[in-house]
């Protein structure tokens, strides 16, 4: 491969790194980001486990987020930058996992790095503060060390990855199950030693895990699952750009000089960790079936074996020149898209809307304020904590206050002439859960008006006592 496309491909992963860089800050948290501020930005690292018992994940992450926190800050900021080293640190050992697959070849290392730093799945976690970029970084060096035969770090990785997510713990134990049918029990054997701990958690935590409350939002495999992995692997119009790849094959057999089309070895995908990969997911989907965990995007943990793969094969494709030719029109069209809407989720506008939440806003309004109330005031208290660390409000003299503390404040015999009510989260669900407080306050003598009208996922009422008079 020629020096000049080499700089060319290193110039697009810089660029698409630094563009997810500079984005850090540019939506506010979205509510599981704060409940990730709720379990490690705290003093205690017992106090820490103890909450994680009532979690649907193992303890890992937040455990490595509260030192990171007491190293560098406790901030939106700091949240999002660990995430965004793991997606650098986990490109780079994907890279170097397809050149031992491939042989070293610098095509299958420009190949590689683009569809580890450039492409929609990575990039959409490269900056969200949970535990999805570590977890890749973890699974990657799993396979990097399970390809090279040292047992020892791929069981203290391996148990790594477990205890960072659960979908770490089903393709670890997915491939002692596999190396053991192989035979390779020294593997198989360090693998399944990496898992105890988390296994040990899952008895720790099970009075939850196993309730109808763990998951409760994930529903039952159906085609929308399939069409929405597509579009976190693929991005923007995901069917139409895999017909653009299935059209260019066809291209590039009839006159690209595309030799015929052979099942990649087994060795190779062996090697690579994806046999694993691919059985986790049937187990996965077949238990989703009678208890619903397949959700889009704990599917990331398949990007250490896929990227590897994709790339010795893509490098290996002998083409002629319009074949090539071919080939990089299809590819520019593709980085196009995943530089303009793959990043349409991490840059959300004016609103910073995230996964359909707008608590920076309503922290930001509020500053200042007291009697604020709302149905999800613990998220509401985090955001305020998160706005105060980054300097953007000062420290709220008194927290926000949920369904009970408003009752109690309306019963009180001095009663508030003004309060306030808001949340955040997609309009349908928002309104239904703020309409109850709304109720209340009514029936209490006030009267409430909209004060965020321009706000998409939020809402903010201020309500005053009817005895005061019309508002100004």
């Known amino acids: 491969m020629k020096r000049n496309w080499l700089l060319l491909v290193a110039a697009l992963c810089l660029a698409f790194g630094l563009r997810v860089l500079s984005l850090i800050d540019a939506t506010a948290l979205w509510s599981d980001e704060l409940y990730s501020v709720g379990k490690s930005f705290q003093p205690s690292f017992i106090s820490l486990l103890a909450m994680l018992r009532e979690d649907t994940h193992p303890p890992a992450y937040y455990g490595l987020l509260w030192l990171w926190g007491h190293l560098v800050g406790q901030s939106p900021v700091s949240l999002r930058l660990l995430s965004w080293l793991a997606y650098l640190a986990g490109g780079l050992v994907m890279v170097r996992q397809a050149m031992a697959l491939g042989g070293v070849r610098l095509r299958v290392a420009a190949i590689a790095a683009l569809l580890a730093f450039c492409s929609p ?68 054997v360090a693998a399944l030693i990496g898992a105890l701990p988390a296994l040990a958690w899952m008895a720790y935590a099970a009075g939850y895990l196993f309730s109808t409350r763990a998951g409760s939002w994930i529903g039952a495999p159906d085609y929308a699952l399939f069409e929405e992995i597509l579009a976190r692997g693929l991005g923007l119009w995901p069917l139409p750009k895999l017909v653009l790849i299935l059209l260019l094959l066809v291209v590039l057999r009839r006159w690209g000089g595309l030799g015929p089309l052979r099942w990649p070895e087994r060795d190779l995908l062996d090697r690579s960790g994806l046999i694993p990969s691919l059985l986790m997911v049937v187990g996965v989907v077949v238990v989703s079936f009678v208890k619903p965990m397949a959700f889009s995007r704990y599917f990331v943990v398949l990007l250490p074996s896929v990227v590897p793969v994709l790339a010795v094969l893509i490098s290996r494709l002998e083409l002629n020149r319009f074949g090539r030719s071919c080939g990089l029109i299809v590819l520019v069209l593709l980085m196009a898209s995943w530089w303009g809407p793959g990043f349409s989720e991490l840059d959300a506008g004016v609103g910073g809307v995230r996964e359909q939440d707008q608590f920076r806003l309503i922290s930001q309004r509020t500053s200042g304020l007291e009697e ?17 660390a980054m300097g953007r409000v000062p420290l709220p003299s008194s927290p926000w206050g949920g369904r009970d503390a408003l009752e109690q404040q309306l019963e009180a015999r001095d009663q508030p002439k003004q309060l306030w009510l808001a949340s955040s989260g997609p309009p349908p669900a928002m309104d239904r859960k703020l309409k109850p407080l709304q109720e209340l306050v009514e029936q209490a003598g006030f009267r409430c008006e909209p004060r965020a009208n321009d706000l998409t996922h939020a809402r903010l009422l201020r309500c005053r006592s009817e005895s005061t008079g019309r508002s100004e």
């Open 121 to 188: 799945y990575p990039i959409r976690f490269a900056i969200e503060g949970k535990s999805y970029a570590v977890l890749v970084l973890l699974v990657a060096l799993a396979w990097w060390w399970r390809r090279s035969a040292h047992p020892i770090a791929y069981g203290a990785v391996a148990g790594l990855a477990s205890l960072t997510h659960f979908y770490g713990l089903f393709v670890v134990l997915a491939a002692a199950a596999w190396d053991g049918w192989q035979r390779r029990w020294t593997i198989a």
């Open 372 to 388: 604020r109330y709302s149905p999800r005031p613990r998220l509401f208290n985090l955001s305020d904590r998160m706005e105060a």
